[in-house]
Nanobody
Framework: QVQLVESGGGLVQAGGSLRLSCAAS????????MGWFRQAPGKEREFVAA????????SIADSVKGRFTIPRANARNTVYLQMNSLKPEDTAIYYC??????????????????WGRGTQVTVSS
């Protein structure tokens, strides 16, 4: 089993920044993809960003492109989400997820093997 734990969420004013972190532990593979998804009340879970284990392949949702980045982490099985210029519509629970044994990133939730419990991000206007 693999456990994913997110941190870094909170309340921020519009235009502010937050940096989310996620660390995976347990039975991890040498190759993997780690991604971020979010879910707002009454909406479906949507893809935000993903990166592969080597950091040479990333994907960012159009809705956050230019504001969010998914930087390469020095530690294995760790992923960050740098969120800048936050908007009230970014308010959601943000989930970290991992696909094991894969190098090509995915934007599809059902491709991911493991999920964290999520961290709340609230952006006030």
């Amino acid at each position: 089993q693999v456990q994913l734990v997110e941190s870094g969420g909170g309340l921020v004013q519009a235009g502010g920044s937050l940096r989310l972190s996620c660390a995976a532990s347990g039975r991890t593979f040498s190759s993997y993809v780690m991604g971020w998804f979010r879910q707002a009340p009454g909406k479906e879970r949507e893809f935000v960003a993903a990166i592969n284990w080597s950091g040479d392949m990333t994907s960012i949702a159009d809705s956050v492109k230019g504001r969010f980045t998914i930087p390469r982490a020095n530690a294995r099985n760790t992923v960050y989400l740098q969120m800048n210029s936050l908007k009230p519509e970014d308010t959601a629970i943000y989930y970290c997820a991992q696909i094991q044994g894969r190098t090509v990133v995915s934007t599809i939730p059902r491709d991911y093997d493991y999920w964290g419990r999520g961290t709340q991000v609230t952006v006030s206007s």
